[in-house]
């Protein structure tokens, strides 16, 4: 885990309100949660933002963020319906992830365990921008309950839209691959600044967490505080990880994936 990565975490307002669809899962082995981020007036030119965590192929954790410049057509069929494929560098995806951690007074809250090291942008014209992050079998900061915020952007006409905003994948324990890891059961609750929608400001300051899931202390045993100052979704802040693919559905959208972290 590099420095940058611990320090650059993003604080944004919550999305643009115009939700036409919402979901999360009812699935025994992964939680996600997915609306709409931006959307031109007649909606149907528009911006999806998709959240996931799960167990993944090392039970230690698998989270997911999507840009998508369209809706699942399978879906919503109605809605988004014009073929937006985006230009190379168009599409934006930035993950945080969250850590449980619960002090020796019981007192839980949820603190960062990693972020992507930066913005990833689309180096094929696609119209979904998907970033998979597979951690160890050990988790990527120990035992306990994970989740992600997901943030997206996409460049409209020169203007970066749908920032202003996180989805929220919901809570997951890690590592585990167990039916009863995400489904409910003594799960924390979401962040508290979170509104029903899964969307919420990210507060100023938020506690970093070491590769044991405790919040880290400095030299001075002082606990150590993440600034989540958001960088520009631009060159200058773009991550430099990953392995890339290309994918095309029946309807011929292109998805670009890109895959972090692994084994």
């Keep these: 885990m ?3 990565r611990l320090t650059k ?21 992964y939680v996600y949660f997915v609306d709409q981020a931006w959307s ?10 998709y959240a996931e965590t799960s167990h993944g192929s090392t039970g230690g954790g698998y989270f997911k963020g999507e840009a998508r410049s369209q809706a699942d057509i399978d ?5 988004c319906v014009i073929n937006y494929e985006r230009n190379v560098g168009d599409l934006a995806d930035y993950i945080i ?12 809250s949820w603190i960062v365990c990693s972020t992507t090291d930066g913005w990833i942008f689309n180096q094929k014209q696609a119209s979904t921008l998907r970033v998979e992050w597979t951690a160890p079998a050990g988790g990527l900061c120990g035992p306990g309950y994970y989740g992600i915020h997901n943030g997206v952007a ?4 020169g203007v970066w839209v749908g920032r202003e905003g996180y989805v929220w994948s919901g809570q997951h324990s ?8 995400a489904s409910g059961g003594k799960a924390p609750g979401a962040p508290a600044w979170l509104t029903d929608k899964g969307l919420g400001k990210i507060p100023t300051k938020l506690p970093q967490a070491g590769s044991d899931g405790k919040p880290l202390m400095d030299r001075n045993g002082k606990q150590v505080m993440v600034d989540p100052t958001p960088p520009e979704p631009n060159e200058k802040n773009a991550a430099t990880e990953g392995e890339r693919s ?7 959208n292109v998805t670009e994936t890109v895959s972090i972290g692994g084994v």
Excluded at 9 to 29: D, M, R, V, Y
Excluded at 40 to 49: P, Q, V
Excluded at 246 to 252: A, E, I, Q
Aim: aromatic letters at 10%.
């Design 154 to 157: 996409m460049r409209e006409s």
């Design 174 to 181: 890690l590592p585990d691959n167990s039916f009863a890891a």
């Design 246 to 252: 290309t994918t095309v559905d029946k309807y011929g």
């Design 75 to 79: 879906l919503n069929p109605l809605d």
């Design 40 to 49: 031109n007036a007649d909606s149907s030119f528009c911006l999806w933002n």
């Design 2 to 4: 590099n420095i940058r």
């Design 97 to 108: 992830v969250y850590k449980w951690y619960v002090d020796s007074q019981g007192a839980g």
């Design 9 to 29: 975490i993003l604080a944004l307002p919550a999305a643009i309100g115009i939700t036409l669809t919402t979901a999360t899962s009812a699935q025994a082995h």
